[in-house]
């Protein structure tokens, strides 16, 4: 399974919010790893090598590339089902 590590950290973050603190440290571990020097490591879409002091610097790239996603086209039977109800 490819590694998502901003999904991972959203998890975790979800999980710690609700006390599951071993949950939300065994889904980090999935995507992340502490350098020596104390460095938060990761790989951004599975395929550029990045690190940080903190997860906010360390996923700002991903959050940035997603702002250019493009929505998907809405097809015509959604459409018309979304303007039944």
Known sequence: ???????????????????????????LMQSFSVSEDGQIETRLGGQAAAHSGDFIRLLAPGRRASIFNQPPPIRKATRSFSRRY
């Open 1 to 27: 399974m490819e590694e998502l590590p901003t999904l991972d950290y959203e998890l975790a973050s979800t999980l710690a919010a609700a006390s599951l603190y071993d949950e939300a440290a065994e889904v």
